[in-house]
């Protein structure tokens, strides 16, 4: 079976067990149009997407390898901002920066937000921040995620947080697919930057 077609099968076996087009594409770390593509390919003439999958599910599921990317981000932020930045939350994007996020946050001893994403609300089709979790306004926040697929999410939660006041001061990432420095003035701090060559 090529990488192609398991990619095809995770998706549709993830359709199968109830999770929406955004959720999987965050499950399999695609863009939703190439997950709709991969779902709908068969029926439709829709070129392919520019995409690239990443599997980072070796570190994701260990959590000590995932307590050390956690602390990788963190000494990113440092370094970029000379430590200076005065920081009181840190909000996860649901789901794979949760975990990132929690593990900063204890680190930091800072509190800890989590946002759910418009692309995982089949009903009203916007996001929010949990209410299970710290409350953000006047607060001022690192945005926390494992992958920048096409940008819609943290522009989103960028928007989020100012109308809420909320002051966002850096987005960490672990994996860059877009190569962005910002999103709306927000810095973006990376671990890696993935391109595809044309």
């Known amino acids: 079976m090529s ?5 095809m099968a995770k998706a549709k076996d993830l359709r199968a067990d109830g999770h929406s087009a955004g959720q999987i594409a965050d499950e399999l770390s695609l863009s ?8 709908t390919q ?10 690239v999958h ?9 959590a000590t390898l995932l307590g050390g990317i956690a602390s990788m981000l963190s000494a990113r932020f440092d370094a970029a901002t000379g430590g200076e930045e005065e920081v009181d939350a840190i ?3 649901s789901i794979s920066g949760v975990p990132l996020a929690t593990l900063i946050a204890a680190e930091e001893g800072l509190n800890l937000s989590v946002y759910h994403p418009s692309k995982h609300n089949t009903d009203s089709g ?3 921040i949990s209410g299970n979790f710290s409350k953000i306004s006047g607060k001022r926040c690192i945005l926390v ?16 947080l100012r109308r809420h006041n909320a002051t966002p001061v850096a987005i960490l990432v672990i994996f860059d697919k877009r190569g962005m420095t910002e ?16």
């Open 3 to 7: 990488s192609l077609e398991e990619l």
């Open 126 to 128: 916007t996001g929010c």
């Open 32 to 39: 939703v149009d190439t997950v709709t593509w991969l779902l």
């Open 91 to 93: 909000v996860g994007i």
């Open 183 to 198: 999103v709306d003035g927000v810095p973006v701090y990376s671990l890696f930057s993935i391109r595809l060559i044309d």
């Open 145 to 160: 995620d494992d992958v920048i697929t096409s940008g819609n999410t943290l522009t989103e939660l960028v928007a989020y």
């Open 54 to 62: 990443i599997d980072w599910t070796v570190v994701s599921s260990d």
């Open 42 to 51: 068969s029926k439709t003439n829709m070129a392919v997407p520019k995409d």
